[in-house]
Antibody, heavy 120, light 108 residues
Framework: QVQLQESGPGLVRPSETLSLTCTVS??????????WGWIRQPPGQGLEWIGS???????YYNPSLKSRVTISVDPSKNQFSLKLRSVTAADTAVYYC????????????WGRGTLVIVSS | DIQMTQSPSSLSASVGDRVSITCRAS??????LNWYQQKSGKAPKLLIY???SLQSGVPSRFSGSGSGTDFTLTISSLQPEDFATYYC??????????FGQGTTLEIK
């Protein structure tokens, strides 16, 4: 079955760049109709979509984060990555990677999530 | 932005009860409405997509309905494992997917 696993530092200093990688198993990242996305959840709060990317390059970002975010895909490793620049304490959250099914516009498989704390 | 508003924010119910959670969009989203269940410390799990389609493996006691701006998630007979937080999500605007604020379902 499809599985996703986030990895990356759990602590990032303010003004630096948050970098996370999602490794996909059980499915190819280069399959038609599937985008690969990131969603975050601040402690005790709701869900916020960050962005989604297709393996061949088409990308959508949340306008509120667009100036600071880059999502990339590495089909050779079956991985995709998130970079969020110039972080502040407000970026502290659990970050989830997820498979984004384009036709239905739904997120059908999620990673377990990784907590990233922004603090000096 | 399309705002998604869920009601109630929290709900107390008993095992065996029938419960409904409402999600209202600030503009029409056709049928691009999905529902997720999140248990404490876990990732969200897709329950319903396209307003009323049951995701594979999800029990049939879960159902969804609605169209346009008003949508409902119904659990026909609550089971102990259903106590969780539920989120709706609109998929109509492709550069700004938004979630409702969540509804926490608690044991009475």
């Amino acid at each position: 079955q499809v599985q996703l696993q986030e990895s990356g530092p759990g602590l990032v200093r303010p003004s630096e760049t948050l970098s996370l990688t999602c490794t996909v198993s059980g499915a190819s990242i280069s399959i038609n109709n599937y985008y690969w996305g990131w969603i975050r959840q601040p402690p005790g709060q709701g869900l916020e979509w960050i962005g989604s990317r297709y393996y061949s390059g088409s990308t959508y970002y949340n306008p509120s984060l667009k100036s600071r975010v880059t999502i990339s895909v590495d089909p050779s490793k079956n991985q995709f990555s998130l970079k969020l620049r110039s972080v502040t304490a407000a970026d502290t959250a659990v970050y989830y990677c997820a498979r984004h099914v384009w036709d239905e516009q739904m997120f059908d498989h999620w990673g377990r999530g990784t907590l990233v704390i922004v603090s000096s | 932005d399309i705002q998604m508003t869920q009601s109630p924010s929290s709900l107390s119910a008993s095992v065996g009860d029938r419960v409904s959670i409402t999600c209202r969009a600030s503009q029409s989203i056709r049928n691009y409405l999905n529902w997720y269940q999140q248990k404490s410390g876990k990732a969200p799990k897709l329950l319903i997509y396209g307003t009323s389609s049951l995701q594979s493996g999800v029990p049939s006691r879960f159902s969804g309905s609605g169209s346009g701006t008003d949508f409902t998630l119904t659990i026909s007979s609550l089971q102990p494992e259903d106590f969780a937080t539920y989120y709706c999500q609109q998929g109509y605007i492709t550069d700004l997917y938004t979630f409702g604020q969540g509804t926490t379902l608690e044991i009475k």
